[in-house]
């Protein structure tokens, strides 16, 4: 797959969830925000019914209609509305014959008061400007016919008549809030600037009033990168796009006498304030990769910058993070050799140097010396902990399976092998045997060497009581 590719089919995993890219419990810090930097699944497009619109002369384009979902979802729907408009060129057409009518109104004025003495010539040019500003405001009606028609096209059927209500409830009623909350006398009317205070209340029907200045809070705050899901350029990708939903989520501003002084919510963040969200986003450690790598006196101003910064740092703090990770788990690591001076005596009357070590110590990790394995009794660890790390659970002298202690009187009466805490198999039997015959044989020998030694002695008495007797 070539790199291009890869850029246009990456996306955030289906199974990721809402924690993984959240700082905190945000539900309890604020409600949950409207739109999430996980985005919501996709429905199957098929299913869904569409309508088919066209642009030029030849040229058609089929749209999905909006069937109802999530705030995200349905602020595409209102940003496919204003890009659709743009191409059949609603307003700027509008705008045109409307200049047009202005100018020939302006023409008529010109050519001065008429009556009955007036030239004919006068009289039909007059009247050519007229037929001309008759023209121009019909077309000015179709477009804004057509305008306001378009939004309706993109709805499925069964929504259509909650959007009528909302525009007879905007449009013709008498009364109405204009920008900032400052309440008005008399009818909105349909116009290209009347809409958007249609679409306003068409998403508080799945938005609360404050929903833009919730996103802002969620944005600067509670958004982290998921660095085990999604490449740094996804992320920031994602922050854009979230960013520009901000125009058309509600505002408190608008609301019926908001104060004068209250910021509004529903304002773009600048490029600045969106580095240091992403910043702000990133963990502790690849944000510090990234200030290292830059230096003192950098200040990050250009998301589409920072974007490339960002995506040149991961791969060694990607490298990074795994040497790191291996000296956490405890993973054999070269250790540098030591140079220790040899010690030698130069005197007689000098101290005997000590014997140095070899070249691992105990101590070291990579140590050529094996550790004693730990023990650990599980029945022990059960019903005598003190003593769970003497022995191994095959070894265990002082409980059953069962609990039951080997030194209790039941287990007496029974089984006495398994009481005897040096109860002797066959083998040991045979050895103890094999002893016990050796020790009479060296019992024996014993016996009649002594037995000799007496019998020697007493034949050296009698012969020296005999020489004794001759003598005399």
Excluded at 156 to 169: E, G
Aim: net charge positive; glycine share 4%.
């Amino acid at each position: 797959m070539s790199h291009d590719e890869e850029v246009w089919t990456s996306k955030f995993p289906a199974a990721m969830k809402y924690h993984e890219a959240e700082r905190g419990v945000v539900a309890k810090l604020g409600g949950i925000p409207p739109i999430r930097l996980i985005p919501t699944v996709d429905e199957d497009k098929e299913s869904q019914p569409s309508v088919t619109i066209k642009l030029a002369e030849k040229a058609k384009e089929t749209y999905m209609k909006f069937d109802g979902g999530t705030p995200e979802k349905a602020i595409r729907h209102i940003m496919t509305f204003h890009n659709l408009a743009v191409k059949l060129e609603c307003r700027e057409n509008y705008d045109c014959y409307k200049q047009l009518s202005d100018d020939n109104k302006a023409k008529i004025i010109a050519l001065g008061s008429i009556d009955a003495n007036t030239d004919d010539a006068i009289l039909k040019e007059k009247e050519s400007f007229e037929n001309e500003i008759d023209i121009a405001e019909r077309e000015m009606s179709e477009n804004l016919k057509e305008f306001w028609s378009l939004f309706e096209r993109l709805l499925h059927q069964p929504l259509v008549p909650h959007w009528t209500a909302i525009v007879k409830q905007e449009c013709e009623t008498n009364g109405y809030v204009t920008t900032d909350g400052v309440p008005k006398a008399g009818k909105r009317g349909k116009t290209f600037a009347s809409i958007g205070w249609c679409i306003r209340t068409w998403l508080r029907k799945v938005t609360k009033a404050n929903a833009a200045e919730r996103h802002r809070s969620y944005m600067q705050s509670q958004i982290i990168w998921p660095i085990k899901h999604i490449d740094v350029g996804l992320f920031i990708e994602r922050v854009v796009e979230m960013n520009s939903y901000l125009v058309y989520l509600p505002s408190l501003k608008d609301e019926k006498g908001s104060p004068q002084a209250m910021p509004r919510g529903n304002v773009l963040f600048t490029d600045i304030e969106l580095c240091n969200i992403v910043l702000t986003a990133l963990p502790f450690n690849f944000a510090s990769a990234f200030w290292a790598s830059k230096g003192a006196g950098h200040f990050p101003i250009c998301v589409k910058t920072l974007k490339e910064d960002l995506e040149l740092v991961a791969p060694t703090y990607a490298v990074t993070a795994k040497l790191v990770a291996q000296v956490k788990r405890g993973l054999p690591q070269a250790t540098p050799k030591v140079e220790t001076k040899k010690v030698t005596m130069k005197n007689p009357d000098d101290r005997i140097p000590k014997k140095s070590k070899g070249k691992f110590s105990k101590d070291q990790p990579g140590s050529s010396k094996k550790h004693k394995q730990q023990k650990l009794c599980q029945k022990c660890a059960k019903w005598s902990p003190n003593s769970m790390q003497t022995h191994n659970t095959a070894d265990c002298r002082k409980w059953n399976e069962d609990g039951t202690s080997k030194f209790s009187k039941s287990n007496k009466r029974g089984n006495f092998k398994s009481n005897n805490a040096h109860a002797m198999d066959g083998d040991m039997k045979a050895c103890f045997a094999q002893m016990r015959k050796d020790l009479k044989k060296d019992m024996k020998k014993k016996f009649k060497s002594k037995k000799s030694k007496k019998k020697s002695k007493k034949y050296y008495d009698s012969s020296d009581s005999s020489d004794s007797s001759d003598s005399e």
